[in-house]
């Protein structure tokens, strides 16, 4: 089952204004958030992170909330612009056990394109 | 540094050929996971290590194995290939100690083609 779910397979916003990606959870024992970025053919970069002990970070253009009584973060981007068009995943973590550490589980991405 | 790096970076298969695919990662990390993306499905977690000659399993195990007999490397193995196994398969690593954000660095993909 998707204990991560990113519900806005795409998204498209016009340069300069905000963009807002959003992500549900269901496991109550991710104890961290975080967003990749990718581009075509590249692998995943990290953008920014929160720990479940906050509800918002701040890097920049970019912030990330978080509501945890609604199991559910979102990722704005002011102001937007057209190199920001990539794939957006959300990611939690969560322990797996005294052998297996941790892991995270992926959402399955929302596609922003951001028009000039 | 080169971070993590993936070798190869296209590979063509027939159904029931084995192959290997290796990561490698020079920052020192504890752990490394291998993940595949298909369209549509994000990214999900195949095999992962918490460290030297550890492996655990992810969400979608089968069909592969893995070994990590150094901290560096980590290798995933196809037995034998099915076409379900084409994908884009993406190894990362991270740092599991006081780290702040815990981010897993990835490398830049292997595109397997199974026919």
């Known amino acids: 089952d998707q204990q991560v779910k990113q519900n806005s397979p795409s998204l498209s916003v016009q340069e300069g204004r905000i963009s807002i990606l959003n992500c549900d959870y269901t496991n109550s024992m991710f104890d961290y958030f975080l967003w990749y970025k990718k581009y075509p053919a590249e692998g995943p970069t990290f953008l920014i992170s929160?720990?479940?002990?906050?509800d918002k970070n701040e890097d920049g253009r970019f912030t990330v909330f978080l509501n945890k009584s609604a199991k559910h973060l979102s990722l704005h981007i002011v102001p937007s612009q057209p190199g920001d068009s990539a794939v957006y995943f959300c990611a939690a973590r969560a322990f797996r056990g005294k052998n297996s550490g941790y892991a995270l589980n992926f959402g399955k991405g929302t596609s922003l394109l951001v028009t000039p | 540094n080169a971070g993590v790096t993936q070798t190869p970076k296209f590979r063509v298969l027939k159904t029931g050929q084995s192959m290997t695919l290796l990561c490698a990662q020079d920052?020192?990390?504890?752990?490394m996971y291998w993940y595949r993306q298909d369209p549509g499905m994000g990214l999900r977690l195949i095999h992962y290590s918490v460290g030297e000659g550890t492996t655990a399993k992810g969400e979608v195990p089968d069909g592969y194995n893995v070994s990590r007999l150094k901290k560096q490397n980590f290798l995933l193995g196809l037995e034998s290939a099915a076409p379900s196994q084409t994908s884009v398969y993406f190894c990362?690593?991270?740092?599991?100690?006081?780290?702040?954000?815990?981010?897993?660095?990835f490398g830049p993909g292997t595109r397997l083609t199974v026919t």
């Open positions: 929160i720990s479940s002990i906050k």
């Open positions: 990362a690593s991270s740092y599991q100690g006081l780290a702040k954000t815990y981010e897993q660095y």
């Open positions: 920052m020192n990390h504890e752990y």
